[in-house]
């Protein structure tokens, strides 16, 4: 099944503690795209990709880091989280000129 | 630089009656597409459709049309006969074809079907 899967589905941590939210995608999608959703601020972009070794800051990187070392992983990285991050992630992908976004089914994290 | 916006925080419309979902966008990109998205109560990401700057009819799927109107910039959402399954949040969204190709998102509207 095609999909992008998005892990752990749920996170709950402390400021400062180093964490990854994984994300896959068994497309040959290359673009990849993170987004936090928070209430009355719809999707806003913390980095995207559009192929391997390939990466750029969205709206929103300042906290976060990223990397495509291969084609189908697009893990986020916070190297050292505060309350602010805390949010609702989505991991999504397409097709290099694709015309649909496919979504994973999001991270919730709450930093303490 | 390409920017979404969608002015309706919230929209209650009542069953079975028809509804617009405004969005108007920016973009200095010759070639892009628009989106809509769905994202009910469960919280994933749903694709309704899609309209590309050069087609010349507006794209309709089952009861999702969209109103593209290119000099106006905007690509309003219309649903016919809205059902309570219908209430959820809405998002707008483009993507530039020639610079970047990447996905912009506005802030969402969300829709609350009233039986």
């Known amino acids: 099944e095609a999909q992008v899967t998005q892990n752990p589905r749920y996170l709950i941590t402390v400021t400062g503690k180093k964490l990854t939210v994984t994300c896959s995608q068994n497309?040959?999608?290359?673009?990849m795209s993170w987004y936090r959703q928070d209430p009355g601020l719809g999707l806003r972009q913390i980095y995207y990709s559009m192929n391997v070794e390939v990466t750029d800051k969205g709206d929103v990187p300042e906290g976060y880091k990223v990397s495509r070392k291969e084609k189908r992983n697009f893990p986020l990285i916070l190297e050292s989280p505060s309350p602010n991050q805390t949010s609702l992630y989505f991991c999504?992908?397409?097709?290099?000129?694709?015309?649909?976004?496919?979504f994973g089914n999001g991270t919730r994290l709450t930093v303490t | 630089a390409q920017k979404i916006t969608q002015t309706q925080p919230g929209m209650f419309v009542q069953e079975k009656e028809a509804v617009t979902l405004d969005c108007t966008y920016d973009?200095?990109?010759?070639?892009?597409?628009l989106f809509w998205y769905k994202q009910p109560s469960s919280g994933e990401m749903i694709f309704l459709i899609y309209?590309?700057?050069?087609?010349?009819q507006n794209a309709t799927e089952g009861r999702y049309s969209l109103n593209f109107q290119k000099a106006r910039k905007s690509a309003n959402l219309v649903i016919s006969a809205s059902q309570l399954g219908d209430s959820a949040m809405y998002f707008c969204?483009?993507?530039?074809?020639?610079?970047?190709?990447?996905?912009?998102f506005g802030p969402g509207t969300r829709l609350s079907v009233l039986p």
């Open positions: 497309m040959n999608h290359e673009y």
């Open positions: 973009t200095s990109d010759p070639s892009y597409g």
């Open positions: 309209q590309g700057s050069y087609d010349q």
């Open positions: 969204a483009m993507r530039g074809w020639n610079y970047g190709q990447n996905f912009v």
């Open positions: 999504a992908s397409s097709l290099r000129e694709g015309v649909a976004l496919h």
